[in-house]
């Protein structure tokens, strides 16, 4: 499926900012067999100084700019054109739980794809004992490592509210696991806390996902928004597969991939330091619009 992605960020600071650098992932990414970007480019107002790319160490595409001159706003647009292959679901090829745990200890590969990045806590999603004890018994009875995600996306998804207004972009894991409620990085938080838990490597995939309105509802423009889901390393012949517990639902052709890390701090959209004082206000606007 082809789809046109635009988004815009939009920052309004309390005071005037008189210098500032900063990180930006929000550029989809290439991944072969998966999905293409045809093309993209990013936009920033007011215009930096300075601006750099790189290539972080999980691969994710990062955007440098650095500002010298005083400003009040600032807004980072993206414009996409992206690619991405209708796969079905894929056979469940993944050994169990045993199986996995032996695999691992015979993957020798420190790459950035391998799963070893994965099985430790990371800055945001720390081991707890609850939602361990949680994991293991959503995955009483599956017959293998696909199955048993599978089962934690679903009870996610079941026992979880989504509420913005529960959950900030710091609420960690255990606060939203007692309160029920939060937000796809909260789930996908959760997730990757509880498979980690019980040895399963786990990360965060940050991206746009496509929504449909209602059968004889209008589109709504800077409707859609940046999401959050998780991609659990199934085993040597599996590989890789990704869940969204906000949804239920493997990942298809509808989720466009910007990138991915062990927690949302790896791939957060913007992070950077300020010269300024005060707070700011932050505004997100995503469309996501399939090419005919």
């Known amino acids: 499926m082809l789809y046109d992605v635009k988004m815009d960020l939009h920052y309004d600071y309390d005071a005037t900012v008189h210098g500032g650098r900063h990180l930006i992932r929000v550029a989809p990414i290439n991944v072969p067999g998966v999905q293409r970007v045809v093309a993209a480019s990013l936009s920033f107002e007011p215009r930096p100084h300075r601006e750099s790319y790189f290539s972080d160490f999980f691969g994710n ?12 706003t600032l807004d980072v647009r993206l414009s996409a054109r992206v690619q991405v292959e209708d796969i079905h679901p894929p056979a469940d090829l993944s050994p169990n739980l045993a199986g996995l745990t032996e695999e691992i200890a015979r993957f020798w590969s420190v790459a950035p794809n391998s799963p070893h990045h994965f099985l430790a806590a990371s800055p945001r999603v720390k081991a707890d004992p609850d939602i361990t004890q949680y994991t293991r018994d959503v995955m009483v009875g599956t017959p293998s490592v ?8 679903l009870a996610i ?14 609420t960690k894991p255990s606060e939203a696991f007692v309160l029920r409620k939060g937000v796809c990085q909260d789930f996908a938080h959760v997730m990757i806390a509880g498979l980690r838990g019980v040895g399963v490597p786990a990360g965060y995939v940050s991206g746009f996902l496509r929504t449909i309105p209602p059968a004889g509802k209008a589109r709504l423009e800077g409707a859609d928004a940046m999401h959050a889901w998780v991609r659990v390393w199934c085993g040597q012949h599996a590989g ?3 869940f969204d517990p906000t949804n239920a639902i493997i990942a298809g052709p509808d989720h466009i991939s910007i990138g991915h890390g062990r927690d949302y701090g790896d791939i957060s959209p913007i992070v950077g330091v300020l010269k300024t004082h005060g707070g700011h206000e932050a ?8 090419v005919e």
């Open 157 to 170: 998804h079941r026992d979880f509210a989504y509420d913005p207004k529960a959950t900030d972009v710091a």
């Open 61 to 72: 595409s990062v955007t440098t700019i650095t500002y010298a001159a005083p400003h009040d």
């Open 283 to 290: 505004t997100q606007a995503v469309d996501v619009v399939r």
């Open 240 to 242: 890789w597969i990704e």
């Open 146 to 153: 696909q199955a048993a995600a599978m089962s934690l996306c």
